[in-house]
């Protein structure tokens, strides 16, 4: 009996620690030496293109009135006023745009989650696909044959807007999608078990359930559409004045505001360059690091 007892302790020990051979190490050496590299190449052209454009652009973002004045009445070779007018072409045509497709992209999403099967299904999956791959340009040369060219519309920052909304919904609804997909089926089946209809199990379970993601996925892609040049350069004329109506006329923002200064050839003109760039890229950290504060005070606490 003690015998068996034995083989049985014998079986049961976790076997003999083995030290780890030469090659192991040498192959674990080289793949983290690999990966190290690969993080530093690919890090080493942002953080230059940051400390570029920091180092140029500091000097006009604290210049006096560069965030609560325009450029109307300024000459080429003047360096003052600022860029009021375009943070709000920039942030409005952003706001309009969002206004339109975050509505449509989140029930897109809804659809192809909770309800898509068939045919229908499949073509918004296929056309979404294809939104997702299709250049600035070509949503802006779109927009200008239907909005301007057949229906007879100016161009305006509207324009722009219909162009942005092109280049939104679909990271939206690809984002709203996986974080709808990522609510356990659990919390559906519980709710239907309760006799809870489906609409409303997707509006009071699922939806706030994946509300935090989702509003992330929208705030990144509204940082993604706000620097985009392409609707701004065919849709909307550029002025040095602030203009608040957004069907007519023409409005500045930033990146348009960044083309025009490209053919000032005075150093007032590459200074506001410089300083518009780094504008750009202060709004859009602003919204990527809202969406993280948003995405961690509007997850639903599970304790």
Request: charged letters at 15%; proline letters at 5%; a positive charge.
């Amino acid at each position: 009996m003690s015998t068996t007892e034995s083989l049985l302790d014998r079986s049961a020990r976790p076997p003999a620690f083995q030290q780890v051979g030469v090659t192991r190490k040498t192959k674990n050496v080289i793949a983290t030496v690999l990966v190290t590299l690969s993080f530093l190449v690919a890090l080493t052209p942002l953080v230059w293109l940051l400390i570029t454009v920091v180092g140029q652009g500091f000097d006009a973002i604290v210049s006096s009135g560069w965030w609560t004045k325009s450029l109307r009445g300024v000459l080429p070779e003047e360096f003052r006023g600022g860029v009021y007018h375009a943070l709000y072409g920039t942030f409005v045509q952003g706001l309009v745009c969002a206004v339109i497709a975050v509505p449509l992209g989140i029930m897109a999403a809804v659809y192809l989650v909770e309800y898509g099967r068939g045919p229908l299904a499949r073509v918004t999956t296929f056309m979404v696909d294809i939104l997702s791959g299709v250049p600035s340009i070509v949503a802006a040369l779109f927009v200008f044959a239907l909005w301007i060219s057949v229906l007879g519309f100016e161009q305006s920052a509207f324009a722009v807007s219909l162009a942005l909304v092109l280049l939104m919904l679909p990271v939206v609804v690809r984002s709203t999608e996986e974080m709808l997909r990522l609510v356990p089926d659990e919390l559906r089946e519980a709710s239907y078990a309760l006799g809870v209809p489906k609409w409303k199990t997707i509006a009071r379970i699922v939806l706030p359930t994946a509300l935090s993601g989702i509003v992330t996925g929208v705030m990144l892609a509204l940082a993604r559409v706000m620097g985009e040049t392409a609707p701004v350069l065919v849709l909307v004329g550029y002025s040095q004045s602030i203009n608040f109506d957004m069907f007519d006329g023409n409005m500045a923002s930033l990146p348009l505001l960044i083309y025009n200064q490209l053919g000032n050839p005075e150093a007032a003109g590459l200074q506001r360059v410089w300083g518009a760039a780094l504008t750009l890229i202060i709004v859009i950290m602003f919204f990527n690091l809202l969406a993280a504060v948003i995405s961690r005070f509007s997850a639903i606490k599970t304790k």
